[in-house]
């Protein structure tokens, strides 16, 4: 059975960072494809940051890029989403999500991920 576990949530002022961890169980998450989401209250689910297999090919939501970082090296540990220069458009849950694709991860929605964590907050705030 696939479990798909978040941690690293947390509450930080503006302008700090936070490391979110994605640990899998069940399941080689450095084969297929991977994602970093978030989601307000309200709001649809926003991925923030995608990865290929093994870590390649890092992709970014313009909301992010320069600040998040994904990551994922060639075995079984993590992933990673490192924020950082926080601010409080970026409070949200945090959710990691994977697929059983290893090919065009770029252009997925969240319909393609299958698998999901349970969620971890980020609460950004003075």
């Known amino acids: 059975q696939v479990q798909l576990v978040e941690s690293g949530g947390d509450s930080v002022q503006p302008g700090g960072s936070l490391r979110l961890s994605c640990t899998a169980s069940?399941?080689?998450?450095?084969?297929?494809?991977g994602a970093w989401f978030r989601q307000t209250p309200g709001k649809e689910r926003e991925r923030v940051a995608g990865?290929?297999?093994?870590?390649?090919?890092?992709h970014y939501a313009d909301s992010v890029q320069g600040r998040f970082t994904i990551s994922q090296d060639n075995t079984q540990n993590p992933m990673y989403l490192q924020t950082n220069s926080l601010n409080s458009d970026d409070t949200a849950v945090y959710y990691c999500?994977?697929?059983?694709?290893?090919?065009?991860?770029?252009?997925?929605?969240?319909?393609?991920?299958?698998?999901w964590g349970q969620g971890t907050q980020v609460t950004v705030s003075s």
């Open positions: 069940g399941y080689n998450i450095s084969r297929y494809c």
């Open positions: 990865i290929y297999p093994a870590g390649r090919y890092p």
């Open positions: 999500a994977t697929s059983i694709r290893a090919t065009g991860c770029r252009a997925f929605g969240s319909t393609q991920y299958q698998y």
